[in-house]
């Protein structure tokens, strides 16, 4: 099985920062298989980004995802309020879907 | 807009069996493989398996022996059943929309069901 790392545990920034988000995978991962996901308290995932790099639909051009192999990074350009919340990449491979245990951006 | 809603017990005692079920509003049920997720408080994202509209399913090995996931397509809803429950299957559970083939991922997810098992 392969395992998600994600870096730091928490980024604490200010609404206008850049947030630079990391996922690292004990394997190497396909592009394809790998995605990020937005949580916020009371509300169901969000997906922001699939096959690595692709923008899902509705998400806003601020959010921007690069990498290959075992390292990923989820950009947000300038952050804004609502911005504020838990982040998750997630992987597939050998016939299994696998987390990381998230990055919390807070204020 | 999809949207998923889903309910089931959310007291247990250890040995019995968890069953949640999960509906579909909105958009095609075909196409898509729908999919069961847990997180144990404190802890991350667990995904316990899939299946689609006619009924072919994917578990987690981990989980295999103990999950049973069904589909009613004609009711747009799938179901999740694991047996055998122990502390350790306290979580919140998540359905959710998942896509296989070509890209790898879950683009609609439920709220959540919490689940406690406590004698």
């Known amino acids: 099985e392969i395992v998600l790392t994600q870096s730091p545990g928490t980024l604490s920034l200010s609404p206008g920062e850049r947030a630079t988000l990391s996922c690292r995978a004990s394997?190497?991962?396909?592009?394809?298989?790998l995605a990020w996901y937005q949580q916020k308290p009371g509300q169901a995932h969000r997906l922001l980004i699939f096959?690595?790099?692709r923008r899902a639909t509705g998400i806003p051009d601020r959010f921007s995802g690069s990498g290959s192999g075992t390292d990923f990074t989820l950009t947000i350009s300038r952050l804004e309020p609502e911005d504020f919340a838990v982040y998750y990449c997630?992987?597939?491979?050998?016939?299994?879907?696998?987390f990381g245990p998230g990055t919390k951006v807070d204020i | 807009q999809v949207q998923l809603q889903q309910w089931g017990a959310g007291l247990l005692k250890p040995s019995e069996t968890l069953s949640l079920t999960c509906a579909v509003y909105g958009g095609s049920f075909s196409g898509y493989y729908w999919s069961w997720i847990r997180q144990p408080p404190g802890k991350g994202l667990e995904w316990i398996g899939d299946?689609?509209?006619?009924?072919?399913?994917n578990y987690n090995a981990s989980l295999q022996s103990r999950v049973t996931i069904s589909v009613d397509t004609p009711k747009k809803q799938f179901s999740l059943k694991l047996s055998s429950v122990t502390a350790a299957d306290t979580s919140l559970y998540y359905c959710a929309r998942g896509v296989r083939g070509s890209y790898y991922y879950m683009d609609v997810w439920g709220k959540g069901t919490t689940v406690t098992v406590s004698s």
């Open positions: 299946v689609n509209h006619s009924g072919n399913t």
């Open positions: 096959g690595a790099s």
């Open positions: 997630q992987q597939y491979g050998s016939s299994v879907f696998t």
């Open positions: 394997q190497s991962v396909t592009s394809n298989s």
